[in-house]
């Protein structure tokens, strides 16, 4: 908003300030070669991972008193919902028992990368062809074969908790 000068009758604009972007020092890519930059390194999880994790945070401090669910028409309580929603729609894995059991069928798999583990959790994917098309990085450590059978695994815990 705009103010007027009273010496002069300008107007005067209030001066914008931005915070300096870091400079990337590297790409960031998940295609054929993972370039993840800070996080090549870093744990990640699956959505299904993710809506676990969340729940049992909301849960654990409303249970501690130290928590309240923020009211849906504050935009902090928009961001929580809208989360929740994301995680509950996008989430393949909805009891604690079966996000357990993916998540060790994947991290027995030593030549995957963390980022791996966590797409072939959340994206389940029915097909080698498919899971290396959109995780191009597979297509160097896992045999077609190889894949097929770790994504038939992660359909069985898939098919064994939906029924």
Do not use: W
Not at 73 to 86: C, H, L, M, P, S
Not at 132 to 139: A, D, F, M, R
């Amino acid at each position: 908003m705009a103010s007027t000068n009273p010496t002069n009758g300008s107007k005067i604009t209030p001066k914008i300030s931005s915070r300096s972007r870091e400079k990337r020092t590297i790409d960031e890519e998940a295609g054929p070669e993972l370039k993840l930059g800070e996080f090549q390194h870093s744990s990640a999880i699956t959505v299904s991972e993710a809506r676990e994790l969340l729940s049992m945070v909301f849960k654990h401090r409303l249970e501690q008193g130290k928590y309240e669910l923020p009211k849906k028409d504050t935009e902090r309580g928009a961001v929580v919902n809208k989360t929740q929603e994301y995680l509950e729609i996008f989430s393949r894995f909805k009891n604690r028992e079966s996000v357990e059991a993916v998540d060790r069928l994947l991290n027995s798999q030593p030549d995957l990368d963390p980022f791996e583990k966590a797409q072939l959790g959340s994206l389940c994917c029915d097909s080698a062809e498919e899971a290396k098309t959109l995780i191009p990085s597979l297509e160097a450590k896992k045999s077609d074969e190889e894949l097929q059978d770790l994504l038939n695994e992660i359909t069985k815990l898939r098919n064994f908790v939906d029924t």
